[in-house]
C-alpha cells in the first residue's frame, strides 16, 4: 500500500515564475491538505480539498490555488514566486468522513526561490 | 492562536534515556497527534490521542493528554541515536467544515548521543 507521494522533490525556481507541486494521497483517503513549512518552523495550514473543492483555507494569498482530482490526487499552484516561498511544502492525506482520523504527510517538495 | 507549542525547544540526551516533550494548546480540541521529522523531511504520523482520552502507548512511545491543562505530553523511553529527529505536536480542533485542518508547534529538536 503505497502511502503519500509528492512530486518533485526539489525545486528551483526564478522570482516571478510559476510552480505546480503534486501530491496523490494514502489509499483509502479522500481529503488532501498542503501545509507550508518555513525553515525552523513548523507547518502552516495553507488549504485543502475535498470532493475536488476547496473547503478551507489558511491564510495565504490567492497566488496560492490549488486542484483535486476526482482520483483524490492534488495540485497546488504557486504563482508570482517571492523568495519568501522558498519551503517544504507537505501534503497531508485524511479521510475526513469521520472524525479523529490520522492525518499522513508525504515527503515533501523542497522549493527554492532565487 | 490555537497553535500547540511544545517545551523544550531543543533536548540533548545520552542513548537508553528517557525523553519527554511537552504540548500546550489554547482551545477545546478533537484530538492531538505527535509527529516526528528527519532533517527536513516528510512527517512521520507517531501517534494520535482523542479527547477523551487519557494515555496511549505505542511501542517505545508513551503519550498522555490532561485537557484541563490543555497539555500533552510524549515520552520516548530508552532512546536510540535513531530518535534524533525533531518532534511536533498538531491539534485538531475541528469543527463542520474545518474538520482535519492541524495546527502545528514550533517543534522540539531532540538529539540523543550514542
Known amino acids: 500500500d503505497a502511502g503519500v507521494t509528492q512530486s518533485p522533490t526539489h525545486l528551483i525556481k526564478t522570482r516571478g515564475q510559476q510552480v505546480t507541486l503534486r501530491c496523490s494521497p494514502k489509499s483509502g483517503h479522500d481529503t488532501v491538505s498542503w501545509y507550508q513549512q518555513a525553515l525552523g518552523q513548523g507547518p502552516q495550514f495553507i488549504f485543502q480539498y475535498y470532493e475536488e473543492e476547496e473547503r478551507q483555507r489558511g491564510n495565504f494569498p490567492d497566488r496560492f490555488s490549488g486542484h483535486q482530482f476526482p482520483n483524490y490526487s492534488s495540485e497546488l499552484n504557486v504563482n508570482a514566486l517571492l523568495l519568501g516561498d522558498s519551503a517544504l511544502y507537505l501534503c497531508?492525506?485524511?479521510?475526513?468522513?469521520?472524525?479523529?482520523?490520522?492525518?499522513?504527510f508525504g515527503q515533501g517538495t523542497r522549493l527554492t526561490v532565487v | 492562536s490555537q497553535q500547540g507549542e511544545e517545551d523544550p525547544q531543543a533536548l540533548s540526551i545520552q542513548e537508553g534515556e528517557n525523553a519527554t516533550m511537552n504540548c500546550s494548546y489554547k482551545?477545546?480540541?478533537?484530538?492531538l497527534q505527535w509527529y516526528r521529522q528527519n532533517s527536513g523531511r516528510g512527517l512521520v504520523h507517531l501517534i494520535l490521542?482523542?479527547?477523551?482520552?487519557r494515555e496511549k502507548h505505542s511501542g517505545r512511545l508513551r503519550v498522555t493528554l490532561d485537557t484541563s491543562k490543555k497539555s500533552s505530553s510524549l515520552l520516548i523511553t530508552a532512546s536510540r541515536a535513531a530518535d534524533t529527529a525533531s518532534y511536533f505536536c498538531a491539534t485538531d480542533a475541528s469543527r463542520g467544515s474545518t474538520l482535519g485542518r492541524l495546527y502545528f508547534g514550533r517543534g522540539t529538536q531532540l538529539t540523543v548521543w550514542p
Open positions: 497531508a492525506s485524511s479521510t475526513t468522513r469521520t472524525m479523529n482520523t490520522e492525518a499522513f
Open positions: 482551545t477545546s480540541i478533537n484530538n
Open positions: 490521542i482523542r479527547s477523551n482520552e
